[in-house]
């Protein structure tokens, strides 16, 4: 299949006939932002081997392409609007493989209510894949990480470490768990919740690299520390059962990274308006510590002693 | 390098430490867009071996990779902003490399009057770069492929053909030829011809597959058809000579791709005002032929024989 045909047959269907996409027979996408909003925009890479199984679904590797992206713009407060796709396909590439993929993409979109705007295909040895996903909050409330205060009650959505066990199930370490995969493969990025928090949360972050590592990349931003007490991470039942009869995956739970849940702050004394927003938002959300002056960030059991950690986070790139 | 010490070291100083950028701290750009404005958006990968070759320079590829989105940008007319970053990075990536890579990108962003917002970096086995560019118009003025007409004038600016002997001549199918390779490494993107050209080009496009296939693409968006007449293609001083002494040249030159030029259509009455536009530019233009209700694109030469040509222009992926 060549290029031009790819993209007629395979992604147009993405993409509306008008603007932005102009049904992608354009190289560029015409968006009038709405007046009055702040443009929010992210880009993730996905790298055969790294991110995925060479042997994954098109379909999945596709939604977690693109949820990872919403899940920033989640940590933003921001909404959706569209996305540009970035491919560099093998020639090997199969159109079952294409079409699986398309249809992820396609089943997302109507889930998030958005569209193909555009985007870029080339040819490479091995599989790549490039998403910029764009969205919008109304001026003055996207959400950051830089606004922690010291006193500030720290949170956390939904449940924590269940992607990571999904990874060591598909690793063959652990024993298969089709609730961990499914966590892993397809994560449901935090949209509702962070579009409720604005003007509200004083920082926010998405948990991609680990709990851990993503507060601390909160806490460094706002130039302060945190504590986080053990025992209030929120744990679905497989992964509480697991953990209370074999602790040494206390680590893998806290900094294993891929739970694409919010992690946020808020002024202490706003629990009230905090709750409603949760309800609203049809996500629950845990007070697991509180913002510090210390400058780094503690994980302490519940006798308070700081629990150690050979690694904090996910790297994404080590190299010379 | 970890990852967060070469986002922190060398990437850093391109991006401003306030928003959209927040000096790379976020995973995400806040740009609050100007009201009133069209955002253009677009996207290009380059991957080893397919768009450099591996032994280029950092600064050089850098260079390209922002050129030829900028050049997009240039086809609808936009005032570039800001752009996304993704690299892909094999472990065996040097400091020293990644130091050229910024410094092009450094020195094109003083250029151009941007910067750079965010983007990705992630491990791989070989070097792919994704660069998502950022513009704007004032709404209701961006630049399409959508509006030739029969009866337009086309035209198009600068030199064609320099590129693509570039190519060969780093091919070592040509004696080598200083201009032609840098033509082929630092593209010109056309932006103040396209600004100028708002209000007065019913359509255009940016040549980067060739003059013939991308007049193609102008056409086929437009519903239309295009004769072009061979003798008009301006040419270099060094591509004139060499092409006059050997014709077989002149299907690399109408073909091969990568002048970045700008391709566009006018009203056949504007003439005078396209020259006012093309001085304020800086930019030659010429007038190459017609747009036709033929639904195909013919080059004529002196005689008024068309020319066969075995491929119209460059393919980027023709997978299974």
């Known amino acids: 299949?060549?290029?031009?045909?790819?993209?007629?047959?395979?992604?147009?269907?993405?993409?509306?006939?008008?603007?932005?996409?102009?049904?992608?027979?354009?190289?560029?996408?015409?968006?009038?932002?709405?007046?009055?909003?702040?443009?929010?925009?992210?880009?993730?890479?996905?790298?055969?081997?790294?991110?995925?199984?060479?042997?994954?679904?098109?379909?999945?590797?596709?939604?977690?392409?693109?949820?990872?992206?919403?899940?920033?713009?989640?940590?933003s407060g921001a909404t959706p609007r569209g996305y540009l796709l970035g491919l560099a396909l093998p020639d090997k590439t199969s159109r079952e493989w294409l079409i699986a993929f398309r249809d992820g993409l396609a089943a997302d979109q109507k889930e998030f209510r958005i569209e193909l705007w555009g985007g870029d295909t080339v040819a490479a040895s091995s599989l790549m894949l490039s998403l910029t996903a764009i969205g919008t909050t109304p001026e003055g409330s996207a959400l950051s990480r830089f606004g922690a205060r010291p006193g500030d009650a720290l949170y956390v959505s939904g449940t924590i470490g269940d992607a990571a066990l999904g990874l060591k199930c598909l690793n063959d370490e652990l024993v298969p768990n089709a609730r961990f995969i499914q966590r892993l493969l397809k994560p449901e990025p935090r949209l509702a919740l962070g579009e409720a928090l604005r003007g509200l949360a004083t920082a926010a972050v998405d948990i991609s690299d680990g709990l851990v590592a993503d507060v601390g990349h909160l806490a460094d931003a706002s130039g302060v520390g945190a504590v986080i007490e053990q025992s209030k991470v929120p744990l679905s039942p497989d992964v509480r059962e697991l953990v209370e009869k074999e602790t040494e995956y206390w680590p893998v739970i806290l900094t294993g990274g891929e739970d694409y849940e919010l992690a946020f702050t808020?002024?202490?004394?706003?629990?009230?308006?905090?709750?409603?927003?949760?309800?609203?938002?049809?996500?629950?959300?845990?007070?697991?510590?509180?913002?510090?002056?210390?400058?780094e960030v503690i994980?302490?059991?519940?006798?308070?002693?700081?629990?150690?950690?050979?690694?904090?986070?996910?790297?994404?790139?080590?190299?010379?």
């Open 1 to 75: 299949m060549q290029e031009f045909e790819l993209i007629a047959e395979i992604f147009a269907p993405l993409a509306g006939p008008d603007r932005p996409a102009f049904g992608l027979k354009s190289d560029t996408a015409h968006w009038p932002a709405p007046d009055g909003e702040t443009v929010v925009l992210t880009k993730d890479m996905f790298i055969e081997g790294h991110h995925f199984f060479p042997t994954a679904d098109g379909g999945q590797i596709a939604q977690k392409l693109l949820r990872v992206n919403l899940s920033d713009l989640a940590a």
């Open 266 to 295: 808020i002024e202490p004394g706003r629990t009230t308006e905090l709750v409603k927003v949760s309800q609203r938002a049809g996500v629950p959300v845990i007070r697991i510590g509180e913002i510090t002056d210390q400058g």
């Open 299 to 320: 994980v302490r059991d519940e006798t308070g002693t700081p629990l150690q950690f050979e690694r904090t986070g996910f790297v994404h790139f080590d190299g010379a």
